[in-house]
Every structure is written in C-alpha cells, then in structure tokens.
C-alpha cells in the first residue's frame, strides 16, 4: 500500500490563481480530512468527509472547497489564493468515519507559498 | 474553547537520559488522546493513543505515554532517548461526541536529543 499520497509537494501561487492540491489513499478509508500547519499553530481542521458524496466543513474551511466523488480521492480547491494561505497541507485518513477510536493516517504534505 | 496546550516549544536531553514532553488539554467528556511525530519534511506518524483502560499506554520506538484524568495530562516518554528520536512532537486530543471526528492539536514540542 502507497499509504495516503498527496501532490504536489511543493506549489507557489499568485494572489488570485486557482489550483487544487491532490489527496489520494489506498486503503478503503472512509473518512478523509484535509488540515493546515502553520508555525505555532499546530493543524487545523479545514473540510472532511466521512464517505463517497458526503463532505462538510471543519473549523477553518472560507477559501477552500472539497468534494468526495470516490473512495480513494480527497481534492482540497484554492478557489483565489491569498497570502493567507500560505501554509502546509496536509491530508489525512482513517478506517472508518464510525469509528471515533481509529487512527488518522496522514500523507506527505503539500507546502504551499502565495504571494 | 477546547484547547490542547503543549507548553514546552523545545525540549533538550542527552542521548541515553530519559526524556518527557508535556501535553495537557482543555476538552470536555473523556476525549481520546493521541501523539504523532513529525521528522523534516515529511507528514505526520502515529505513536500511541489512549482510548481507555490502563493509564500507561506503549507505543512505537520504544515511546510510550501516561495519561492522568485528574491532570487531563497525556506526557509522552521515554526510558532512554537516541539521537534519531530528533523530530517535532504533536499531542493531539479528539472529543468523543464530535461529529466531525476532528483533531484538536497541539502547537507542537521540538525534541533536541544531543550525542
């Protein structure tokens, strides 16, 4: 198993361009995140979903979108990048969205620079 | 306002001492606790959780974590810390009733662990 993969690794942005980061997972998880890692700060929540077709918004979600079209695939949306967001990425899955006990897998990240 | 608190930003020890870094939180209702590693650039590892049970709980590496309810403290440690245990250290605490499943974490406690 490939884990949780995520790309690019590395992006630098203009303020108003759009892109979307990658978030991919082999192992049937249900429940899939994205957080964000700025210094200081420890993560923060931004969207998560607990399934095909389901998403909702975590604690930090103005300026980002997600959808859950399949099992595997978790994309995070910058719709206009703003400095702001300048940060580290990270996606994150776990077995089972029932399961509050089940551990979170994270992938590699993805450090993001907008300028 | 949930908060987990992390108060040390760096811990120095020799290699061959014992080592603990500190984690308390702020949330309500027997959360579950979890602590993640994280080596440069790389993403987030799981260590150990506490879920219930036995307030000593063992995990990967050789590190291992006890949990005091009526502190709502969770330090980590270790008998005998290696040069390669250098990483930054994330608690992280997860309330049982959240919907969302979230991670509360942790601003994170850099290891320094010196030959």
């Known amino acids: 198993n490939a884990g949780v993969t995520q790309t690019p690794k590395f992006q630098v942005l203009k303020t108003g361009q759009s892109m979307t980061l990658q978030c991919a997972q082999d192992?049937?998880?249900?429940?899939m995140s994205w957080y964000r890692q700025d210094p200081g700060m420890g993560l923060r929540l931004i969207h998560y979903?607990?399934?095909?077709?389901?998403?909702d918004q975590g604690e930090v979600p103005n300026g980002y979108n997600v959808s859950r079209s399949t099992t595997e695939d978790f994309p995070l949306r910058l719709l206009s990048a703003a400095p702001s967001q300048t940060s580290v990425y990270f996606c994150?899955?776990?077995?089972?969205?029932?399961?509050?006990?089940?551990?979170?897998?994270f992938g590699p990240g993805t450090r993001l620079t907008v300028l | 306002a949930q908060s987990v608190a992390q108060p040390e930003d760096q811990v120095n020890v020799a290699e061959g001492n014992p080592l603990t870094v500190k984690c308390t939180y702020s949330?309500?209702?027997?959360?579950?606790l979890f602590w993640y590693v994280q080596y440069p650039n790389r993403g987030l590892q799981f260590l150990l959780k506490?879920?219930?049970?036995?307030?000593l709980v063992k995990g990967s590496y050789g590190f291992e974590a006890e949990f005091n309810k009526s502190q709502t403290s969770f330090h980590l440690k270790k008998p005998s810390a290696l040069v390669s245990d250098s990483a930054l250290y994330f608690c992280?605490?997860?309330?049982?009733?959240?919907?969302?499943?979230?991670?509360?974490f942790g601003s994170g406690t850099r290891l320094l662990v010196r030959p």
């Open positions: 994150a899955s776990s077995y089972s969205s029932a399961g509050s006990t089940d551990t979170q897998y």
């Open positions: 192992m049937n998880h249900e429940y």
């Open positions: 949330v309500s209702g027997n959360p579950y």
């Open positions: 992280a605490v997860r309330p049982r009733m959240d919907s969302s499943y979230k991670l509360i």
């Open positions: 506490y879920i219930t049970g036995d307030n």
């Open positions: 979903s607990v399934g095909a077709g389901i998403t």
